[in-house]
């Protein structure tokens, strides 16, 4: 992977739907060349997919949460494979830090977020701690 490698990564991460002839012109090269060093980024597994982002609120999603799990040792893969389970759920990440597991939920409401987390998540075996983080305005 070289440096035109990376910008085309850059561009396609700040507009995925970007032609190759506009990322051509762009970085002074060739449609083709473009072509084909993104079927190699692909094939390679560098670029896993185009997908839209989605404001939540739009499609009456009003609660968005970032929230870690903290899980008995034993049951922490089992955990992030059932919390993978749930629509609501969008994200599930395994970390380091504060929590073992983080995840993004979104929910309609509070009351759905709150039902969801104390009588669907809450219930699976191995959970410890749930700290949900409400986010208020996404910067960037």
Known sequence: MDEKDLKIIEILMRDGRKS??????????????IRKRVKKLEE???IKGYTAIIDPSKIGYNVVAL???DTEPDK????????????????????TGDHMIMTEIW?????????LI?????????????CPAIILEQMK
Not at 76 to 89: M, Q, R, S, T, Y
Not at 107 to 115: I, L, T, V, Y
């Open 20 to 33: 190759y002839t506009d990322i051509a012109r762009e970085l002074g090269t060739s449609e083709s060349s």
């Open 44 to 46: 390679e597994g560098v």
């Open 67 to 69: 929230t870690g799990f």
């Open 76 to 95: 922490f893969l089992n955990v992030a494979k059932e919390l993978c389970k749930f629509p609501e759920v969008k994200k599930v990440f395994t970390s």
């Open 107 to 115: 929910a309609k409401d509070g009351k759905e977020f709150s039902d």
């Open 118 to 130: 104390f009588n669907k998540i809450g219930k699976i075996e191995g959970i410890k701690k749930i």
